[in-house]
């Protein structure tokens, strides 16, 4: 409580156009695996997000699925109809 502050900083977190978080590989380079966006979720799906994202670069199936919305072609279908 009464130790002095040596650092201050406003960490950012990521938020991606819909909310939700941004999974996929990306459609120009599909070796690129985008997983961003998490923002206030992230701590508690970070695990299952990391584990998609290894079953994607692997092209494996995930035991689990993730919701559509995560999708990055989602994201990139909410970002066409925002322009």
Not at 1 to 23: F, H, Q, S, T, Y
Not at 54 to 77: R, V
């Amino acid at each position: 409580r009464n130790a002095p502050v040596i650092e201050r900083w406003a960490g950012l977190r990521p938020k991606a156009i819909d909310r939700d978080p941004m999974i996929g590989r990306h459609p120009v380079h599909p070796r690129l695996i985008a997983l961003t966006g998490g923002f206030k979720v992230s701590f508690g799906l970070a695990h299952r997000l990391a584990e998609a994202a290894i079953c994607i670069a692997g092209d494996t199936d995930c035991e689990f699925s993730l919701p559509e919305s995560f999708a990055i072609s989602s994201h990139i279908a909410v970002a066409s109809c925002q322009t």
